[in-house]
Antibody, heavy 120, light 105 residues
Framework: QLELQESGPGLVKPSETLSLTCTVSGGSISSSGYYWGWIRQPPGKGLEWIGSIYHSGSTYYNPSLKSRVTISVDTSNNQFSLNLSSVTAADTAVYYC????????????WGQGTIVTVSS | DIQMTQSPSSLSASVGDRVTITCRASQSISFYLNWYQQKPGKAPKLLIYSASSLQSGVPSRFSGSGSGTDFTLTISRLQPEDFATYYCQQSYSISFGQGTKLEVK
């Protein structure tokens, strides 16, 4: 079955760029009818959608983060990535990648999450 | 931006109870409303999509209703494994509610 796995540095310095990759296994990231998203959760807080990308490359971002976020897809490696620039301590969170479906319009498969701490 | 407000923020209940959580959108989102369950240290799990459709594999004691701006998630008879935090999410433009923590009374 389809699985998602986040990877990337667990510690990022303030003002630098946070970069994470989500590897999709058990299925193709290019499958029609799906999109791929990043969601984060600060310690002890709720969920925040960061952005989503379709296999075509079309992207949609949370307006509050749009100026700092880039999401890209690498179909040859069945991966999609998140770059978040100019990070501060407020960006410390568990970062999840997830699959969304055009039919469900919901995130039905999630990665296990990876914790990223912003600290000098 | 569409704001999602859940109530209550926390709820105490017992096994066997019927529980209802509400979610209100700041503007109409038709039926584009999903519900997730999250347990500590785990990723969220999709329970209900499109306001009232049960995700495959989810027990039938979970149900959802509503349209427009007001939605509810109902658990008909609480089981021990249902104690968790629940989030609504609007898929009109994508945002989440703040969560409802369901605790043991």
């Amino acid at each position: 079955q389809l699985e998602l796995q986040e990877s990337g540095p667990g510690l990022v310095k303030p003002s630098e760029t946070l970069s994470l990759t989500c590897t999709v296994s058990g299925g193709s990231i290019s499958s029609s009818g799906y999109y791929w998203g990043w969601i984060r959760q600060p310690p002890g807080k709720g969920l925040e959608w960061i952005g989503s990308i379709y296999h075509s490359g079309s992207t949609y971002y949370n307006p509050s983060l749009k100026s700092r976020v880039t999401i890209s897809v690498d179909t040859s490696n069945n991966q999609f990535s998140l770059n978040l620039s100019s990070v501060t301590a407020a960006d410390t969170a568990v970062y999840y990648c997830a699959r969304g479906g055009d039919r469900l319009r919901a995130f039905d498969i999630w990665g296990q999450g990876t914790i990223v701490t912003v600290s000098s | 931006d569409i704001q999602m407000t859940q109530s209550p923020s926390s709820l105490s209940a017992s096994v066997g109870d019927r529980v209802t959580i509400t979610c209100r959108a700041s503007q109409s989102i038709s039926f584009y409303l999903n519900w997730y369950q999250q347990k500590p240290g785990k990723a969220p799990k999709l329970l209900i999509y499109s306001a009232s459709s049960l995700q495959s594999g989810v027990p039938s004691r979970f149900s959802g209703s509503g349209s427009g701006t007001d939605f509810t998630l109902t658990i008909s008879r609480l089981q021990p494994e249902d104690f968790a935090t629940y989030y609504c999410q609007q898929s009109y433009s994508i945002s989440f509610g703040q969560g409802t923590k369901l605790e043991v009374k």
